[in-house]
């Protein structure tokens, strides 16, 4: 008995390999998947920026320059913040904040991807009114100091086809994040997607050979339509949802090999994720010590050397 609609999803045409770099960037749904990735003995830059939701944040923090003065700024503590990127990049003084994100940027560039998955999550942004910069982050000013924008169509296409010139040597694989924007009203949050969901389908057509898009709104809308795929707050999906749609995305992404990998590497991350009740136990240290033995081992069989 069919129970379902299932959605069709294209298979990706060239899987992706142990070998492939992956980088993850856009919405808490690229945190929630590339945690995926790591969590199955796969590698993944994830987030390099913090979490970002819609295409200018993410074009800011790949072009604007680092140094520039007018990115940063001391709150009442004497915390010193980026307005492009999220708290986990916040010090004490201007260089340290400015170092976190010269740091990241030379991350991403020393990653080097040959895939990148731009999860995105609106077509809403806001802006200084001070300095018209396009922020990422408010980091909780008064609203009055920001102006709330919607990017058009138009604009929404532009940036995204920036993004690709920009990782030209790369595959770019994007995907529409699940979350529920009740915020902004939920017929507004479902303009927000509207938008973005031409976008995507325009720079899809436009680069068939470089972009790919992965349906996770499509999946959770479709297939898991039931509030118990969602969390507590009824926005966000839950981890049942992230790991269904985590199955869907390795089926169709990854390659023979990476799936003959997943099944040799499940048994080693039980072990990894096994919490003794007296961890300086002998027993305990044999435990770890023949887990470390089967990874190594794995590691060796697969050719991964370090990088898992």
Known sequence: ?????????????????????????????????????RQNGLTALVNPFGVLFNPLSILQVLTQDPTCKSLYFEDEDHRWHCWLLDTHF?????????????????????????TLVLTLGTNRYYERLDTKLIVGNCHKRPRAEFVEKEMSLTQCIATLETICQLFQRSRIIL???????????????????????????????KYPEQVYYFPAYEIVLDELRDYRFYDRDLLHPSEQA????????????????THRYLVDYEPIRRALQH????PDSPAAQRFREQTRLRLNELMTKYNLGLDV
């Open 1 to 37: 008995m069919k129970l379902i609609t299932q959605v069709e999803i294209p298979s990706l045409g060239r899987p992706i390999g142990l070998h492939n770099k992956l980088a993850f960037i856009g919405s808490c749904f690229a945190d929630y998947m590339g945690s995926r990735m």
């Open 90 to 114: 916040s010090a004490t003084s201007m260089e340290a904040c400015k170092s976190a994100f010269l740091s990241a940027r030379g991350r991403l560039a020393g990653w080097n991807p040959d």
């Open 175 to 205: 995907t529409l994040s699940p979350f529920r924007y009740a915020k902004y009203g939920f017929h507004e949050s479902q303009l927000a997607k509207a938008t973005l969901l031409m976008a995507i389908d325009a720079v899809q057509k």
């Open 242 to 257: 992230v790991d269904y749609i985590w199955e869907r995305f390795s089926d169709r992404c990854f390659d023979d090999e």
């Open 275 to 278: 919490r003794p009740e007296e």
